[in-house]
């Protein structure tokens, strides 16, 4: 099994990760919401009219 990060080997200590440094960077991709599922067509705006931030002229205020 190889690092996700960087490929080099997985270390027990920080599994699925090789280093400290690794596991960083991944939940830095997370809490930046760098991760992202890409969505299609009516996925798109149905997900945004269900988001609460974001601005509809259709939506009572």
């Known amino acids: 099994m190889s690092c ?13 990760f ?3 440094r690794c596991a960083d ?3 830095g991709r997370w809490l930046t919401e760098s991760y992202r599922i890409p969505a299609k ?5 149905e997900a945004a009219q269900d988001d ?3 601005p509809s002229g259709s939506r009572p205020h």
């Open 4 to 16: 996700p990060i960087c490929g080099k080997p997985v270390s027990s200590d920080y599994r699925p």
């Open 18 to 20: 090789c280093s400290r």
């Open 41 to 45: 067509g009516d996925e798109a705006e």
């Open 25 to 27: 960077v991944d939940l």
């Open 52 to 54: 609460p931030d974001t």
